[in-house]
């Protein structure tokens, strides 16, 4: 069975530094990886998606990378700003139709202005 | 867009009482899904849907049924509500699995 674990599971950092979230999953054999922030009461959004087939993908300040054979992703989030105050989630799926999305219990992320 | 919609955003049963929770997507989206989060267990599958008049279980059906009788609308169903059932419910949706949408969520308490 599918395991996914993201440490730390919250991080305070001062605005302006750069940071690291990771992901890691007990079964290698997976069709994406998706990252995805929940802000406290909303529902998720997805930040970034990538194929097992790529190696990373980045949008604007994020970038994720994903290594298969050793079961990891990491989120990197450059130039940190109050506004990424949210709680973020990985999650693996094993194939194309969705419904063995796994999810991680998330890192709870505090930006200090 | 509204993207996925959910209704309603809070509610509070009794136990015993029964409600249904309405998901509406306009992405034209082919599979659903109804998720539930609670402190501690993250995000766990309940039912999904892979079209239009289907439904299958996921991780933790047990006290709930779905219908899908139209491609853009998800109905999660609680037949005899359990203080257990007390959760935040999301639904998502996708097209072929590739990423899913969220909807903003249903706060549901059962005294």
């Known amino acids: 069975k599918q395991e996914v674990t993201q440490i730390p599971a919250a991080l305070s950092v001062p605005e302006g530094e750069n940071l690291v979230l990771n992901c890691s999953f007990t079964?290698?054999?997976?069709?994406?990886l998706q990252w995805f922030r929940q802000d406290p009461g909303k529902g998720l959004t997805s930040l970034l998606l990538?194929?097992?087939?790529?190696r990373e993908q980045t949008s604007g300040r994020l970038n994720a990378s994903l290594d298969k054979s050793s079961g990891r992703s990491t989120l990197y989030i450059a130039a940190s700003q109050p506004g990424d105050s949210a709680t973020y989630l990985c999650a693996v799926t094993r194939d194309n139709y969705g419904q063995n999305f796994v999810f991680g219990p998330g890192t709870r992320l505090s930006v200090l202005p | 867009n509204a993207g996925v919609t959910q209704t309603p955003k809070f509610r509070v049963l009794k136990t015993g009482q029964s409600m249904t929770l309405l998901c509406a997507q306009d992405?034209?989206?082919?599979?659903m899904y109804w998720y539930r989060q609670d402190p501690g267990m993250g995000l766990r599958l309940i039912h999904y849907?892979?079209?239009?008049?289907?439904?299958a279980k996921g991780e933790v059906p047990d006290g709930y049924n779905v219908s899908r009788l139209k491609k853009q609308n998800f109905l999660l169903g609680l037949e005899s509500a359990a203080p257990s059932q007390t959760s935040v419910y999301f639904c998502?949706?996708?097209?072929?699995?590739?990423?899913?949408?969220f909807g903003p969520g249903t706060r549901l308490t059962v005294l």
């Open positions: 849907s892979v079209g239009e008049g289907t439904t």
């Open positions: 079964d290698s054999a997976i069709y994406n």
């Open positions: 990538i194929q097992s087939s790529q």
């Open positions: 998502a949706s996708s097209v072929g699995g590739v990423g899913q949408f």
């Open positions: 992405m034209n989206h082919e599979y």
